[in-house]
Every structure is written in structure tokens, then in C-alpha cells.
């Protein structure tokens, strides 16, 4: 796709899932591409599936690490960079907001809102020299309330005002930076979700499932490659003045109420 092709671009947690998918997205549309992940068995396996995309072991809760990655992308990119997606994300604790585990809690906002900090503060200088885009990961929950699910909700919800500022102030740069909102991503993490919130609320997996969609005007889970297309396409020259937007791919959901 035009203004892809040549471009460098960093992934956070993308050997697996929607990271994984936007990777490989980048890749096909002519990009450079580097992906971190703390997952070093799916690292190895992205590796060997794609030996053109370079990789790190990076935790981006850990600032120290952030700094380590940096410095091997200045090797791996010869110290420029075109685009960032902050996917790095976790899911968080389920259950009312008085039964939450005070470190859980913050665990949730460390790999959320923090990370997606510490990475955009080391990209931002390398984007500004030449202009180029970043993309962050919020959620349908950045946008509705999320019973059950409040942590995540207010970091994602942070991330959508982070994002404002940031296109605001790099705007004159010639930086875009908008946020992705999924909805429900059929995969390994949303069943994850799935089963805490069964767990917490002793509905079965079935009737969770159905309520993670039934607020939708689709009534459907999203694939991790419809949110890829779209990433690839805000980066191309046909988003070329997309900035500050809340992008949602997610069957226009209407409510993350269950009730």
C-alpha cells in the first residue's frame, strides 16, 4: 500500500494475537518491521514463520527494558523510525471494584497506560524527524462503562486522552497519532477474559460469550486481521490526515452493559 512500502515500524507485544496480525500486515504492505513481546516461545516461532521481521524480548512495564529495545533499534533501524503501535496490553482483574487485588489493579495500568508512556517518550524524538504515525491500542472500553471490568476500562479510557494530547502536540511535527478501539477480538485473550468473568459472576461461558456481542449491531466478534487492515491503513497515504481519532473496528457496539 503506498507509504508503507521501505517504512520502519515497532510493535509492541506482536508475536502473538492482534500484534502478530498487524505485523505481518506491515510486513506484506512493503514494511521494515520490529516486533517486542515477553513471550520468547512465540518470539522464536514468529522468527522462524518470518525471518525478515526483527525482534526483542521487551517487558513494557519495565522502563529499564524500553531503554534496551531502543538501544537495539538504533542498530536494528540505524536510529530512524516511521511508525509505532502501542499494542502491549493486559487484561486485567474481573470482578466488582471493592473485591479488586490493589496489585492487580496497578499491574493493569503498568502494561496499559504505562507502557504505552514509556515506549511513545524514546519513539517520539526518531518521529520527529522525519514525520510518521503512531498508533495506540484502546478498546470499546475506552469508550462505554465495562462492569466487571473497571481497571481496564479507565486505563484504556486513559489512552484515549493520552492519545488526544499526543496528536495535539505532534501534530506540528507532522506526527499522526490516533487510537485503535476493538471490540470483542476473537483469540486466546478473549477467552481468557471470557473465563474470568464467568468466574467472577458465575454465568456460564456461553451466556459471557453471548453478552460480550450482543450489544453489538452485528452481534459479532471482531478477527485480530480486522484490526490489522485498519492500523495499515491509517499509516498508508490514504490516512494521511486522520489525527486525534478514536478508530473503532467493532461491529458498532452500543453498550458493554450485560444487563
Known sequence: MQGIKDKKVLITAGAAGLGKATAIAMMNAGAKVHVCDIDTQALAALKQA???ISSSVTNVAKPDEVTQMFAQLEQ?????LDFLVNNAGTSGPAGPLETLDIDAWKATFDVNLHGTFYVSKHAIPLLKKH???????????????YPMRSPYACAKWAIVGLTKTMAMELGPFNVR????????????????????IAQATGESLEKVRHDNVKNTSMSTFVDAQDIANMIVFSFSDLGAKISGQSLTVDGDTHSLATY
Do not use: Q
Open 76 to 80: 536494528t533501524f540505524a536510529g530512524e
Open 131 to 145: 514525520g510518521g504515525a503512531i498508533m495506540n491500542l484502546s478498546s470499546t472500553a475506552g469508550l462505554y462503562g
Open 177 to 196: 497519532v490516533n487510537c485503535m478501539c476493538p471490540g470483542a477480538v476473537n483469540g486466546e485473550r478473549m477467552d481468557r477474559v471470557i473465563s474470568s
Open 50 to 52: 518470518y525471518p525478515m
